[in-house]
């Protein structure tokens, strides 16, 4: 395709000038003030309006405290201010890094030549170069070749759609669609075979998929984490509604029983309604504090947080759902090309008809290599400059090219018919005229020789091609490929073929080229540490069984001797039933076809396994969708790339093996903080529910609950969040899809926690030698000021307990120097609240002795959660 299309440069900004960009108009974005005005919609706040619209009624008549009126209102406001903007900045730093995942580039003919652009700087007039896996980036006129597209985005119809040049004086009209013409390609369709040239007429929001595009929503899938959490939460809330109701109820009882009679307490007036107030409110305060309303946060903030560590380590995340999900893989089916090798494929021998091997291009005899170039550069999808360089070609094309490194002729012969390589007939051909009339055959040699009766010799004449030499020439492949060599075959057959499939007989060999591509270093290492952490690791790929195997030991993939490798055609003999029992011991597949990817994950997935799948092309996009987490390659197609949940930029093993470490990351960190917040909503509920029949008043206040969850929601979120990965969690066995997220250690740390802040906090009120380290004889605020501290401080303190699992506290603290400074802050903003905090959060300041006092007691649970380490690590 050494034509001259499309514009030259000041063409194209001309155009860009005149009709713009080819961009689509975004959805209207949530504004800040939206978000916050659906979020005091929450049921959390709208219950604690509740209780201010009562606290409103009873200080109007003269029954309530207007300063904890004033509290509440300005605790609501800025826990609404604060969850909005954590919201707010999280959504608009993951929609820039979304866009960025979404980035998609085609080839654009401009000032002659192929060039790579962004589908956002295609222009009007623009001649786009289409190939297989393509997703066609703006509405147009077939100018060039022959393609078959899948519509079905744009009209629902499944069916293949062939599409052929048109006149290139015919314009598309943006308002009369036809899908059926066969010239009018449009924006959305995927490019399934062949390679053509169209030219944009509608660009923007000017094209079909641009006036769809609203309605063309990929509703995500819920993760297995969120699944969890969603349970967990819905499990708490029911508890803490009941117990809120329950605790209101029993309050009223207590009281009434404590009054001298019944009937004289239902009419006493101001005592009853003091006391439902305090039994309504008591009751919110229960609701409030056992509702886990951080978790969400929590998610959104360790995933952002960890996005951007992973875009580092090349792995970008399209959807949330797939890094949620990677964490718990027990099964992944992976690429072998670029992904455990090095993808630089290196063209390594030239084994001819009769046997000779050549080692370099240049030594080929000079019919040999004019064939060769031939079969290169007409019979391929990639474009071919006017150097006759392929441009934009796959690895084995751009491999094949660099070993015709400088070499140049003239064929005088023109292509007239093209059949692209698909992975089922494993070959392509192209039909040419002009000098000479044949067809140029590129593909598998298992496929192809024994189709072959001649070859051409090193003067370029025809020879017979005996069994006896066929036979010797699999024998030099089968050698090969335990090299780890691939071959590619390359023939001629003169004349024309009727049809799209290649004969089975007169194709003469021109030769078989060995085709080398060395296993990542790094790549076997990553393996054997997915494989330790539980992962099955099964390769899948098109090499013969030889090759594949040779591929697979080296890589560490195939090892023991159950370990179990089929080829395509014996997978589609065995039935679903056979596979599943067989599964679990499957290392390779070889030459294996698209709709074998999809039947393993569907198999996999009804076996309860969490499967992950890599894939590049455009016939893996089934399978990447199906998968729980599907890994698209960097350098595959667009629609692979839409249908993956994550891109892994470098196509690297390695990659992958960091976005499983990071999925595990982020379910510890999750985890880590859901011991950490229910050991305070687990300690809170009980402190207030054991108060009222102890005879502590109000030990904390709606308020107070609104400043420890403000602080404990957002910025210990943040703490927890900046968790580094750590390879230890490798070691770890993947989480079961049914496994709750809360496991009897969490369980059983959450309630030590819980029951030793409750028991300390009791004490404090109940215990002379402790109370009166308050100046209880003075006054009572001291003393509840002094129990609020505390509280506060147990929590910071719990929370160096709760970030590790050994008994050094600072364990790679290096690496999350933010969890030491937002709990010194944490303690920071404590201490002067109590300054500035008066009778709106109900506390005095206290003495040196006092704060003494305070963190000797907050540190009391540091000991306690050691000795319950030494003792669980003990037994």
């Known amino acids: 395709m050494s034509q001259k299309y499309g514009l030259t440069t000041q063409e194209a900004e001309a155009s860009r000038a005149q009709y713009g960009r080819n961009e689509l108009s975004r959805p209207p974005k949530e504004t800040f003030w939206q978000k916050f005005a659906a979020n005091l919609k929450d ?15 009873f200080v109007y008549t003269g029954h309530g405290d207007w300063l904890e009126t004033v509290g509440i209102f300005l605790a609501i406001l800025l826990a609404t201010l604060v969850s909005t903007y954590s919201e707010y900045a999280n959504e608009n730093a993951f929609q820039k890094l979304q866009e960025e995942a979404s980035r998609i580039f085609c080839k654009v003919y401009r000032d002659g030549e192929p060039q790579e652009v962004s589908i956002t700087d295609i222009v009007k007039g623009d001649a786009i170069i289409l190939q297989a896996g393509d997703k066609v980036p703006a509405d147009g006129v077939m100018l060039a070749g022959a393609l078959k597209v899948d519509q079905s985005v744009l009209n629902g119809e499944s069916e293949e759609a062939p599409k052929m040049p048109g006149d290139p004086a015919l314009a598309l009209d943006p308002e009369k669609v036809d899908f059926l013409q066969t010239y009018a390609i449009y924006r959305g369709s995927v490019v399934l075979e062949g390679e053509g040239i169209m030219r944009a007429d509608c660009i923007g929001d000017l094209s079909v998929y641009g006036k769809l595009t609203q309605e063309l929503k990929d509703n995500e899938r819920e993760s297995p984490l969120k699944h969890k959490l969603r349970i967990l939460a819905a499990v708490i809330s029911r508890i803490g509604y009941l117990g809120g109701v329950f605790i209101a109820l029993a309050v009223m009882i207590h009281k009434m029983l404590q009054a001298p009679s019944l009937g004289a307490y239902l009419s006493s007036g101001g005592a009853l309604v003091q006391d439902l107030v305090q039994a309504v409110i008591l009751g919110v305060i229960i609701i409030v504090m056992a509702v886990p309303e951080g978790l969400p946060l929590m ?115 023109t292509r007239t018919h093209f059949v692209p390589f698909n992975s089922t007939n494993k070959y392509s051909w192209a039909h040419v005229t002009g000098a000479y009339d044949l067809c140029l055959v590129k593909g598998a040699p298992e496929k192809l020789l024994p189709a072959a009766d001649q070859y ?38 003169e004349g024309v073929i009727a049809g799209e499939k290649v004969p089975q007989n007169g194709l003469i060999l021109v030769g078989i080229v060995g085709i080398r591509d060395d296993v990542r270093p790094e790549a076997v290492k990553a393996i054997k540490e997915v494989q330790r952490a539980g992962v099955q690791v099964v390769m899948i790929t098109g090499d013969r069984r030889e090759t594949a195997m040779a591929i697979a030991r080296d890589a560490g993939i195939l090892k023991e001797a159950t370990d179990i490798v089929w080829t395509s055609d014996e997978l589609s003999r065995l039935s679903d039933q056979q ?48 998968a729980d987490v599907g890994f698209a390659m960097g350098s595959g197609t667009e629609v692979a790339k839409e249908a993956g949940d994550i891109v892994i930029l470098d196509d690297n093993f390695l990659s992958i093996k960091q976005a499983i470490l990071y999925g595990r990351t982020i379910y510890n960190s999750i985890c880590r903080f859901i011991v950490f917040q229910l050991s305070i909503n687990f300690s809170a509920v009980a402190i207030n529910l054991l108060a009222p029949f102890l005879g502590i008043e109000k030990p904390l206040t709606i308020i107070q609950i609104l400043w420890i969850n403000l602080i404990m929601d957002t910025l210990a979120a943040l703490a927890f969040g900046g968790e580094p990965a750590l390879d230890r969690y490798l070691e770890e066995a993947p989480k079961e899809r049914s496994a709750p997220i809360v496991s009897l250690t969490m369980l059983t740390k959450i309630i030590l926690g819980g029951a030793y802040t409750t028991l300390l906090s009791l004490l404090l009120f109940l215990w002379g030698p402790l109370t009166n380290l308050f100046r209880p004889q003075t006054e009572a605020l001291p003393l509840y000021t002094g129990f609020f501290c505390t509280y506060v401080f147990l929590a910071v303190m719990n929370a160096f307990n709760v970030r590790v699992d050994s008994v050094n506290l600072f364990d790679h603290i290096t690496k999350n120097k933010g969890f030491i400074e937002i709990n010194v802050m944490i303690i920071l903003i404590q201490v002067i609240m109590t300054y500035v905090g008066g009778r709106v959060l109900r506390v005095v300041p206290l003495t040196l002795g006092e704060w003494g006092t305070v963190l000797l007691l907050s540190l009391s649970i540091i000991v306690v959660g050691t000795l319950f380490k030494i003792i669980a690590k003990n037994h």
Do not use: W
Not at 357 to 371: I, N, Q
Not at 462 to 491: H, W
Not at 608 to 620: A, E, P, Q, S
């Open 579 to 626: 596979v599943r029992e067989s599964l679990r011991h499957l290392r390779v597949v070889a030459r294996a076809l698209p709709m074998d990817k999809s039947r393993l994950v569907r198999i996999g997935q009804e076996m309860g396994l969490v499967v992950g799948m890599t894939g590049d092309g455009v016939n893996d996009s089934p399978a990447l969708k199906k």
């Open 299 to 413: 998610v959104a903030l360790v995933s952002s947080l960890n996005m951007r560590k992973m875009l580092r380590d090349n792995v970008l995340v399209r959807k949330l759902v797939g890094i949620e999900t990677a964490g718990s893989l027990n099964l992944l089916f992976t690429d072998k090309t670029g992904t455990i090798t090095k993808g630089k494929l290196t063209v390594v021998t030239f084994l001819a008809g009769d046997g000779t091997v050549y080692t370099e291009f240049k030594s080929l005899p000079e019919t040999l290599r004019k064939a060769t170039y031939a079969n290169c550069v007409i019979n391929t999808s990639a474009a071919v400059n006017d150097e006759g360089k392929i441009i934009g070609g796959n690895m084995t094309e751009t491999a094949l090219s660099a070993y015709m490194e400088g070499y140049k002729t003239d064929l005088g012969v």
């Open 43 to 57: 049921p959390m706040i709208r219950i604690l309006t509740a209780a201010l619209v009562i606290n409103i009624i």
């Open 456 to 493: 051409l010799d090193a003067e370029g004449k025809k020879a017979v091609l005996t069994g006896d030499m066929k036979k010797s020439l699999d024998e030099t492949m089968v050698g090969y490929a335990k090299d780890s060599i691939r071959m590619l075959g390359l023939f001629i057959r």
